[in-house]
């Protein structure tokens, strides 16, 4: 067994030595957003284009390579206006690039070195263009740390992750920290999970690090199966070897030498970068039976989930890994005392072991002066619903909402998607599991405690933002459709308990309920609550109670008057034409399925609401908006 | 035991010696013979639990947990709308309504006659950055309107139609 350090340096070296041919680099983003907007085409063109110019084209990095440099990179952030393609070291980026633009990009900013001002993002507040990620809002107010990397460099390609100072903090880690001492870095650096528990790592991995000697297991929780959130999608997707390292690091800690990586089966192309990534980190020596040449072996797996949100939950993962029904079991034992096959496992999710590395990198010192005291570092955020700049963004803790909403995302959008920043109603944080926040705490400093005590939680991190358009009663009943479906059944209150709270959802969206329904609902929401063994059934009643008491008047509309204030629910709307829009244009007469709509041309209509079967297509075809169901 | 039958055994064995008889990779097993025959035929089931040793109860337990596992035949395109948070405020609703409506499924079926297509809902496919979206096997349509989704139907129409020609 030699001791020689693994020549990370020497993969950096030659990295750079066959990049210092190339006079410009082209990126273009291919996460999962950019590709549905065709950016893969966009980048068959551009190697075609360049080619055809007679322009010096490097595909894949070679000695003696030069000209331009196109590559493929994962998420970048700003989904909505994909495909986007960044150009360096011009530091341009191109929105909404297809696949017609690519012969001007061509000619005037590669050969020309000029800029294709129509293809640069607008700013909608102002008109002004934006020449890049240094000027354009949506990244200038952000802080990318675990995303940094994440749309620039190539997923694919471990010697540009290493390149970029990758694999040394596993290095250093492995040959020369020990368990403890990496333990109590993350403890001084104040990591807390980022999958919604917000515990801190350092402690949990102390705890297993404490365990007798034996097998024990690293467990990457990539099931980020909450709707609405996808930044673990896009750090595996992006930058899956900085979740690897992680784990290296996260093993060494507790002294386990396997491990499974845990995917959604949603996400089809992070499996596939990941088990990429694995293999490539294998054939250096960074994984498997000498790690770093050390004695030390460590093994990582990728298991590909099969559709159950609870697995997402500790215990349930395991047994879902052991091949069985993903379903929870009591705590204690805690995982980290008895998890996988029994033994102590420790699960971590992506963003948290993509942090990892950082800190070590780093050191605890630089971590904890991002975010604030009890919530060091930053967290990701998808925003999005009804946002401008839908996408998925980083901020240090302790950023308000309206930072968030406003200013990164760029201001609340009404139905038509014109920029309307007064019809701002609620923000959604946490999924199935978290609560609404409205107005009244758009200055809320975002982290861990202040969520709770505000009555919504960090949880994955996804942020919806509904405008005023939008049903609260609609939305947790949306939420509660969702548990109740995901629910695996084991707990009876989770089970049933779920099931007649939607049961009541439903009666107060259709017309049926009674004064006694609200009280009931809140009774049996707080019952599923306590009587529930996991986090999904003690948490499956927060979108209903925070709608609840957030939102009292929209429901006592429902429940008394019969009236949904947004016209959102069906079973309630009462359509009516406004005479004084009316042009008695005909047009919804014609085409009102059912011939509920009366008048004469020229004069205003009405709909005789005995026949009305509330189908809608009179809103949708007036010209005028004269008609309402509100 | 017809040839046929032999060779879809054969096949089965090889997915269960390739996963090394291990009960624990019994979701891996069921994807990948789900991956074959597009669902999990009922006799299979019995035959990988016989296999790994395991009770048909066992296996057939776990195939009905999941929901990526499914016990009948799917569509040719098996069409999944997204209904996480993202796509519903952004009304998913409408294109679910449309394409139900487009592809005739009455009566909460879910395939039609011909075996073409499967309409699903799926709770979130992280795509929410290009809501309302749906996937149409693998490939993932984002920012879609009832009208766009229904003229992807007809382009998938139109692409049979010339097939078949």
Redesign the interface.
């Known amino acids: 067994m030699t001791t020689e350090k693994l020549g990370l340096e020497a993969i950096q070296a030659a990295y750079h030595k066959k990049a210092s041919g190339l006079t410009s680099r082209i990126i273009i983003c291919a996460g999962t957003g950019c590709v549905a907007n065709g950016s893969l085409k966009v980048y068959d063109a551009l190697c075609a284009a360049i080619a055809a110019a007679g322009l010096e084209l490097t595909v894949e990095l070679k000695e003696e390579s030069g000209g331009t440099h196109v590559s493929r990179s994962g998420c970048q952030g700003f989904c909505q206006m994909g495909p986007l393609v960044t150009i360096l070291p011009h530091s341009i980026l191109y929105t909404k690039v297809q696949p017609g633009d690519v012969p001007e990009i061509v000619e005037e900013t590669l050969r020309a070195g000029r800029v294709v001002e129509r293809l640069l993002y607008e700013n909608p507040a102002g008109g002004r263009r934006c020449r890049g990620t240094d000027d354009i809002p949506f990244y200038t107010r952000q802080h990318r740390y675990v995303l940094k990397k994440c749309g620039i460099i190539d997923p694919e390609d471990i010697a540009e992750y290493i390149a970029g100072g990758g694999y040394a903090a596993a290095r250093k880690a492995v040959l020369d920290m020990t368990g403890e001492q990496l333990c109590l870095e993350m403890l001084d650096a104040g990591l807390r999970g980022r999958g919604g528990g917000g515990f801190p790592t350092g402690m949990k991995w102390d705890m297993a690090r404490k365990q007798p000697e034996g097998k024990k297991y690293i467990i990457c929780n990539g099931d980020e199966g909450d709707p609405g959130a996808f930044m673990d999608r896009s750090v595996m997707e992006g930058n899956p070897h900085s979740v690897i390292e992680g784990m290296i690091i996260a093993g060494r800690a507790i002294g386990a030498d396997e491990g499974y990586i845990y995917v959604r089966a949603e996400y089809p192309l992070a499996v596939r970068r990941m088990r990429k990534a694995l293999e490539d980190a294998r054939s250096l020596g960074i994984l498997g039976d000498a790690v770093f040449r050390s004695q030390l072996s460590f093994n990582l797996q990728v298991m590909e989930g099969a559709g159950a949100f609870v697995c997402g939950e500790e215990t349930a993962m395991i047994a879902s890994i052991q091949g069985s029904r993903g379903m929870p079991m009591p705590k204690p034992p805690f995982p980290v005392q008895s998890g996988l096959w029994g033994r102590p496992t420790v699960i971590n999710n992506v963003e948290t072991l993509a942090s990892v590395p950082l800190i070590i990198a780093g050191g605890a010192a630089a971590f904890r002066s991002m975010g604030t005291k009890n919530s060091p570092g930053t967290k990701t955020f998808a925003v999005t619903g009804h946002v401008a700049n839908t996408g998925l963004i980083e901020v240090p803790f302790g950023t308000t909402l309206r930072e968030i909403i406003f200013d990164i995302a760029g201001g609340v959008t009404a139905d038509d998607e014109t920029i309307r920043n007064d019809a701002f109603k609620a923000v959604q944080i946490g999924g199935p599991s978290g609560g609404c926040l409205t107005e009244k705490d758009l200055d809320l400093p975002l982290d861990f405690d202040n969520l709770q005590f505000a009555g919504a939680m960090v949880g994955s991190g996804g942020l919806v933002v509904m405008n005023s358009g939008t049903c609260m009663v609609g939305i947790a009943r949306f939420f509660m459709q969702f548990t109740q479906n995901e629910s695996c059944g084991k707990c009876v209150l989770c089970r049933e308990g779920t099931r007649q709270m939607l049961d009541l959802l439903d009666d107060i969206i259709e017309g049926r309920a009674d004064s006694s329904t609200l009280g009931l609902l809140k009774d049996l929401g707080r019952c599923v609550k306590k009587g529930s063994l996991c986090g999904l059934g003690k948490t499956a009643p927060n979108p209903v109670l925070s709608t609840l008491a957030k939102f009292p008047d929209e429901y006592m509309a429902h429940v008394e008057q019969k009236y949904c204030p947004t016209g959102r629910c069906r079973a309630l709307v009462k359509f009516r034409i406004l005479p004084e829009y009316c042009k008695g244009c005909m047009l919804c007469k014609k085409k009102c399925p059912v011939g509920a709509i009366t008048g004469e041309k020229g004069a205003p209509h009405e709909i005789n609401l005995a026949t009305c079967i509330k189908c809608g297509v009179c809103i949708e075809v007036c010209r005028l908006k004269a008609i309402t169901g509100a | 035991m017809d040839k046929e039958s032999i060779r879809k055994f054969e096949y089965i064995f090889e997915i269960v010696e390739r996963n090394g008889r ?7 097993i ?2 990948a013979v789900q991956e074959q025959y597009r669902y999990l035929p009922e006799e299979v089931l019995t035959l990988v639990a016989t296999a790994l040793g395991l009770s048909p109860a ?1 296996v057939f ?2 195939a009905t ?5 499914t016990l009948t035949p799917k569509g040719k395109y098996l069409i999944r709308i997204c ?4 796509c ?3 009304r998913s609703d409408g294109l679910l309504a449309a394409l139900r409506e487009k592809l005739r499924l009455r009566d909460g079926s879910a395939t039609t006659p011909d075996m073409l297509f499967t309409l699903e809902t ?10 309302p ?1 749906m996937v149409v096997n ?6 879609l309107t009832p009208e766009k989704a229904v003229a992807l139907i007809d382009e998938l129409l139109r692409k049979e139609d010339e097939n078949d020609n």
């Open positions: 291990s009960p624990a990779r019994l979701i891996p069921l994807q066992k337990g776990v947990f999941y929901s990526h596992f209904d996480g948070t993202a519903h405020v952004k799926v709770s979130c496919l992280g795509a929410c950055g290009l809501a979206a693998d490939e993932v349509h984002g920012q």
